[in-house]
């Protein structure tokens, strides 16, 4: 056994408040005990951390984390962030040098742009992309993840022409000639990505352990990775089965991929203590940053409505057969349209088999009936305030004014009687330190310091218990984690400030503090 003492203890259990000291049992990975206890006299000898003033908390959660794609980022992908690639002519360069160091025909592929915080203020095209190359195709995904741009050979591979249709769900973007601009959005993106060569099983079990170690730098223990193929699935059990899952992971396999039609099996449910899969995942709209989400009116700048994926009476077999064998739902729905139908088919769902509690992933934009109605059905709400603080501008940019107010709002979440469960998205996000996605629930602030909707924000507690308790729940086993709770595991962080007291002081104090042990397990896993 050993002991935590001499510090801050936030448990996020309310039955445990300000305990002076914590035991954990190394032999279960366990809490044991929580309390006042004088172990000095009452306890046999222990293992003994003094937390010398700092904060001990559980382990964060990112309940939405795309693991394998931040890890592809950080290991094999050209990095086109803001910080790495500011300009277009920047991420030319940035492929150049990765082409100049593969042989000719090999897939040059990246992501990060946001055509907003380009100095362009436009999307790269298949002509900006062929200047790295004609002999190496080259696919460029925008941050949000929901639009590709390709250069002259990569559509040539994929076979993506003039007379190319538009599959159900995308738009193949046009110039005024009729050809392909080389930007490719939502279901559209498959097109492309069918004719990418897959990444080997090492390289993805490279991407995700590199992803993990990243996470567990900055205190996440466990994380929800939310688009998986079978071959993804894959490696994730290979990786557990050997033990090499370092952050405990709640995946959920996608039902239908992009650009096709065919439909992915059920899965097999899997639990074990590092990887869980009794959950699946669909997309019904586009993203909010890029103007794809579906709106029932048209954005600024772009005129259009975004992009709804799916015919209703199609979603609700997909999802009813889901559900009828047990399986939960998360659902990538942001525009109002989106969530109308969404959550229609939740309530058909819960009409006819109650009992499951399904996830809205993002929930951008809902109206207070919309609240209601997922509470109704006891449904679980996965929004990211870190959006706010990374494409804020984005938001101010194509959003019609009015729909402002209503853009991530916790506050109203919370008020409605939701659970909710924050997370970063990243890579959508360029940084995906919990403690950032804390602050912006609490001052909701973009990029250029001012607020979106600020009587959406939420109290430091209430957004440190969503990215702790929040993510344990919505994950479906908050029985385990998410508080420091007799019993739970031992996943838990020493920070070097209180988050809870620095927060109430001013938000961005909440940037100073730094994690600087994890432990999973009751095992010291990391250090800073």
Known sequence: MFVFY?????????????PDIVVVDEETGRVRSVGRLDFRTTMPPVKRVDLRGRTLLPGFNDAHVHIWKLGLLLTVQVDARRAAAPDIPTVIEQFRQRAAAVPAGT???????????????????????????????????????HMIVA???????AGIT???????GGVIVRGEDGQPTGLLQETAMGLLTRAIPPYDDETMANAIRAAMAHQLRLGITSATDPLLTPDHLRVYRQLDSAGHLDVRVNGLPIRRPDGGTETYPLPDMHHSDFLRV??????????LSGATAALSEPYKVTGERGVLRFDTNELLDLMWEAHDAGFRIATHAIGDVALDQVIGVYETLHARKPGLRHRVEHLGLPSPEHLRRLKAIDAIAVPQTVFLAALGTAFRRYLPDHFLPRCYPVRAMLNAGLEIALSSDAPVVPDDNPLLGIKAAVDRFDPLGEAIAPEQTISPYEALYAYTMGGAIASGDAANRGSITPGKWADLIIVNGDPLREAAIAPERLLDIHVEEVYVGGRLVAEN
């Open 107 to 145: 897939w040059l592929t990246g992501r990060g742009y946001n055509e907003v915080d380009l100095p362009e203020k436009r999307h790269p095209t298949s002509a900006d992309l062929d200047q790295v190359s004609t002999d190496h195709p080259v696919a460029l995904t925008r941050t949000c993840g």
């Open 162 to 168: 003039a007379e190319t249709p538009d599959p159900p």
């Open 6 to 18: 001499n510090g801050v203890i936030h448990t996020m259990d309310p039955a445990y408040p300000n």
């Open 151 to 157: 250069n002259s050979l990569a559509l040539r591979l």
């Open 278 to 287: 009794d959950t699946v995942k669909f997309f019904a709209d586009g993203g």
